[in-house]
């Protein structure tokens, strides 16, 4: 008997031009450019120095801050000045905000923004089609200076233009098929920042015991207290061989955890020789992506009384690492994702798999004061506190507010936090 089968209809190459399209074209609104800047205000003491007065300033300097001042009250291409910069190797990570995409989402039957939400792992591979389209070339070229990495890469994406020029002009598709892997020859990691709104109404983050299987697939986000945080180590993307018979350079793509690496040279010039050439596996030339586990559990609050808090396995890759540790607040949003069991767990497992979140997008609940973000409800409240002239009670209140009353002594424990030397390690 024959399975059922049903052929889903989606023009994959319209929503990737499209995509490229908002890349392309996407401005953002003086607005949001500046709340974007209000966020990046970070003040030292050296800029509150009275070395430095405006009136010291001469025709020129004053000329220049006016076009300045000028230029930035206008649009911006936000994703285009991003990708120059990826371009430039001044950054490794493209987050592309769904909210933007519906903002810009005028095309009629693609569904763009739905489409991501509910089958993102596969969108990241047609977005990252989309930004290789659209990436420009780079202002500074790789000296000796650089990391060996982007020397590599640099050669790597000049064979790749040579062999799609050489394949166009003599009219032979075999020869772009000896091309690099795509994945060999990007230097980003793409992830998705989920919207903040559906409509009028805001979309919450859900608890660990709220996600349900039909989640899987889905871009999601979750609330949780982080547990357990592992090591950053390396995880193999692309696996690089080379043949010692033809002198063939083999690349292999890795999309699990486990894999099989390649033991037989599958190259054309063995297979003519019937030979099989043994294969040596080159780490120099093969592509790795930092990866990190995370277990996160349910808050307090969002236990049912009697019930034991649920957990939930974080996988973050690549610019995800190292930004949640053990006791941290966080929303993680992500892909819902199964896996098998292996070893011998999958021996009793049967048909069942396990389940965990591939992090995309990481807020913290309670940041450190470098990560804090400057905002004007920040500073509203700021200037509140300061003319309310209860300063002092409302930041002895603030010390283990779970414990009622002891005034008194949360009020010397705030003079010995605060009446101290600073500390200076070394």
Do not use: W
């Amino acid at each position: 008997m024959a399975l059922l089968q049903y052929r889903n209809i989606v023009n994959y190459e319209a929503q990737q031009a499209a995509f490229e399209d908002f890349l392309e074209k996407f401005k953002t609104s003086p607005e949001q450019t500046l709340t974007h800047a209000i966020g990046q205000i970070n003040i030292d003491e050296d800029d509150l120095s009275d070395e430095y007065d405006f009136m010291d300033e001469d025709d020129e300097a004053h000329e220049r801050r006016q076009k300045e001042k000028a230029v930035s009250k206008q649009p911006k291409h936000k994703y285009a000045d991003l990708l120059q910069k990826l371009a430039d190797r001044s950054i490794d990570e493209v987050l592309i905000e769904l909210d933007d995409l519906y903002e810009n989402d005028t095309s009629e039957g693609l569904k763009l923004v739905e489409s991501i939400e509910t089958n993102t792992k596969h969108y990241v591979e047609v977005v990252s089609r989309a930004i290789d389209n659209k990436m420009p070339p780079p202002t500074t070229g790789v000296t000796f200076k650089d990391d060996v990495l982007d020397v590599i890469m640099e050669r790597r994406q000049a064979r790749n233009r040579d062999l799609l020029e050489a394949a166009a002009n003599s009219n032979d598709p075999e020869m772009a098929e000896n091309t690099f892997p795509a994945q060999l020859t990007r230097r980003y990691t793409l992830v998705f920042k989920p919207r903040t709104s559906d409509g009028d109404k805001p979309i919450k983050a859900l608890a660990v015991r709220q996600v349900r299987g039909e989640h899987l697939g889905h871009l999601i986000t979750v609330r949780g207290i982080a547990t357990r945080v592992s090591d950053v180590k390396p995880m193999v993307q692309v696996g690089a061989y080379t043949c010692d018979r033809c002198g063939c350079e083999i690349f292999q793509p890795v999309n699990d955890k486990q894999y099989a690496p390649l033991t037989s040279c599958p190259s054309a010039e063995c297979k003519a020789n019937q030979s099989k050439g043994q294969l040596f596996q080159s780490s120099r030339a093969s592509k790795f992506l930092p990866f990190q586990e995370v277990k996160i559990q349910e808050m307090a609050e969002q236990v049912p009384i009697g019930q034991i808090p649920r957990t939930l396995t974080i996988m973050c890759y690549g610019s995800a690492v190292r930004k949640v540790n053990p006791g941290d607040v966080v929303d993680i949003s992500g892909v819902f994702l199964p896996t098998p069991y292996t070893g011998f767990k999958a021996m009793r497992a049967g048909l069942l798999t396990d389940t965990y979140l591939e992090a995309h997008n990481i807020i913290q609940h309670k940041k450190a004061y470098d990560e804090m973000i400057i905002d004007d409800k920040l500073l509203r409240r700021i200037g509140a506190f300061s003319q309310s002239g209860s300063v002092y009670e409302m930041l002895a209140k603030s010390i283990a507010p779970e414990i009622y009353g002891h005034l008194d002594v949360k009020k010397a424990l705030l003079l010995l936090l605060v009446g101290g030397v600073t500390k200076v390690d070394g």
